[in-house]
């Protein structure tokens, strides 16, 4: 549980990008990245997890502008996000098990 007054980094979208896509397409190991890149080895371990049910982490949830911005995004286009994202893990997965 965070302490008052404790400050948390925080990472752009691209950052996030760049760490996942090495995890996902290069398969470098968590502690590798987290040397890397200088993160905690627990968040790197969040990103991924919320990666793999889905959550976007590339937004940032505490802005309110942004809020506004995603709530603007048409349905048509959700789900086309949708169907290339569960292509990408469905790719992931048959890479996974073919290794």
């Known amino acids: 549980m965070a302490s008052k007054g404790q400050i948390f980094n925080q990472y752009s979208s691209d950052f996030k990008k760049e760490v996942l896509y090495e995890y996902y397409q290069n398969h470098t190991p968590v502690v590798v990245l987290c040397k890397k890149y200088n993160i905690q080895k627990k968040t790197l371990e969040?990103?991924?997890?919320?990666?793999?049910?889905?959550?976007?982490?590339?937004?940032?949830?505490?802005?309110?502008?942004?809020?506004?911005k995603r709530a603007s995004i048409s349905l048509e286009e959700q789900i086309t996000l949708l169907k290339k994202f569960l292509i990408f893990q469905k790719q992931q997965r048959d890479k996974n098990q073919t290794i």
């Open 46 to 68: 969040m990103w991924i997890t919320k990666t793999n049910k889905g959550i976007d982490i590339t937004i940032d949830k505490r802005s309110c502008a942004i809020k506004h």
